[in-house]
């Protein structure tokens, strides 16, 4: 930008801003705009709570200051003549998302009993080859030209006739109509045989699973129906996805914020390059058990702590590094105003990039949601098109309507748009679509940390990504 005299500029308005060691970090709320600044620059920024000109400016500081005010507005902290460096706000890009996943609720057996599982184990029964099909054509077809779909559960690998069924059905619907789909499957890996690893790999299909750190407290909630624990047979199961190269993440639910203490090492001795950590929510089974939302603040120091020895460890090992990625996610959403992660969304994806399909063909904004019968949105046996949905339904307009502005303690929160409010189905579960994220604090310690984390080792950061 070419400024001159005449310009006019101003600080963008509701600026927070917090000091450390001389410098200080400069947040724009509402467009998830932010920058470390030095204090000669703050001191300029800080003239600007009323409309000035670049001549009085320079007549007040002297010397060319011109330089100074491009940093601040590239950074989207000052306007120049009423005018803001984005012409949309984060929440009309995210508005205009397409439809991206569909995950289907394969079955609704399981042969877990999770201690903290958001929902039951019920009847065993499976979906049918009638909703498979009739899914994939509704999402396998223009407007999109690319589509994921997730086969999840209960257990999926309980009905891996259907699983199999449909990537053939759904391969050879995507090469007709000229759309590219992808397949993945989020499992316990207790099922899991060889030939199900090869058929996975032929597919391309990625693999999800969960282990909750090492054995002492993994086994505290991922238990059979007898009550033995179940990481003797995951990690052995995991072997046969490392044998066969098969893409595949781990997600570790932390009940306990001391697994923490030991992550990074189980990563290594496991051979676990990438790993999610998510907290232990208060929901279904886990209704009744003790959470970490009572210590969130020794959550996130925890975390901040596991987060500092791996960066560490991949400076030491380029060539074996580790990775977490709901920080990943995080930190993207610090570097880019895209929103690729839909949880962290503002509005989250729920109905909007992505469906959940049960097995009765229900359909439901999220999988999360399926089996609330108050958010079920159509079924695919009675629709024509996936689009009649998204153009009729009262309850993804109320979801789309759920965004930081109207999540009452949200709308003046510093970090709104880099966190998005939180879970949807989440929020439902305490009673209130438009209550905030039951993991505010954590949130707020996690994201102010990697503000001041990025200006002062942004590689060591990024390599986390």
Not at 170 to 193: D, H, M, P
Not at 272 to 292: D, T, V, W
Not at 414 to 438: D, P, T, V, Y
């Amino acid at each position: 930008m070419v400024l001159s005299l005449q310009d006019r500029v101003k600080q963008v308005s509701n600026l927070y801003s917090e000091e450390q060691n001389g410098m200080s970090l400069i947040i724009e709320p509402y467009n998830a705009n932010w920058a470390v600044i030095d204090q000669d620059t703050k001191r300029i920024l800080n003239q600007l709570t009323q409309s000035r000109t670049i001549g009085e400016l320079r007549s007040k500081d002297g010397g060319n200051i011109e330089q100074t005010l491009t940093i601040l507005f590239d950074a989207g902290l000052i306007e120049v003549n009423g005018q803001k460096n984005q012409s949309k706000s984060i929440i009309q890009c995210n508005l205009e998302k397409s439809l991206q996943l569909i995950i289907f609720q394969v079955t609704n057996a399981c042969n877990l009993r999770c201690k903290y599982c958001y929902t039951d184990a019920g009847s065993g029964a499976k979906i049918s080859e009638e909703i498979l099909k009739k899914t994939l054509s509704l999402g396998i077809c223009p407007p999109r030209d690319r589509i994921e779909f997730q086969f999840h559960g209960g257990e999926p690998l309980l009905a891996y006739d259907r699983v199999r069924n449909a990537v053939d059905y759904g391969y050879g619907l995507a090469e007709k109509r000229g759309i590219s789909v992808r397949f993945s499957l989020q499992t316990n890996l207790v099922e899991l045989t060889e030939d199900m690893v090869k058929f996975f790999k032929t597919n391309k299909i990625h693999i999800g699973t969960s282990l909750d750190g090492p054995k002492k407290y993994h086994d505290q909630n991922r238990i059979f129906r007898k009550g033995k624990g179940s990481f003797d047979v995951v990690t052995e199961k995991l072997g046969l996805l490392k044998k066969h190269e098969l893409s595949f993440g781990v997600l570790c639910v932390v009940s306990d914020i001391n697994v923490l203490d030991g992550i990074s090492d189980f990563m290594i001795e496991y051979a676990i390059p990438s790993m999610k950590l998510n907290p232990y929510f208060n929901q279904g089974r886990a209704i009744k058990e003790e959470s970490n939302q009572a210590h969130q603040e020794a959550y996130a120091e925890k975390e901040i702590a596991l987060m500092h020895r791996i960066i560490n460890h991949n400076k030491a090992h380029p060539d074996n590094r580790l990775k977490l990625n709901h920080l990943a996610n995080m930190i993207k959403n610090i570097i880019s105003r895209d929103r690729n992660y839909m949880c962290q969304r503002n509005p989250c994806g729920a109905g909007l990039s992505m469906l959940g399909v049960g097995y009765d063909g229900k359909i439901y904004p999220c999988h999360e949601m399926i089996g609330k019968n108050d958010l079920v949105i159509g079924n695919v046996l009675e629709i024509s098109s996936f689009e009649e949905i998204f153009d009729d339904s009262e309850t993804l307009e109320t979801l789309r309507s759920r965004t930081t502005e109207t999540i009452g303690e949200c709308s003046s929160c510093e970090i709104k748009q880099f966190c998005g409010g939180g879970c949807a189905n989440k929020a439902h579960n305490s009673g209130n679509l438009f209550n905030r994220f039951e993991y505010c604090t954590y949130n707020k310690i996690m994201y102010k940390n990697l503000f001041w984390e990025l200006y002062k080792d942004p590689e060591g950061v990024l390599a986390l990504i």
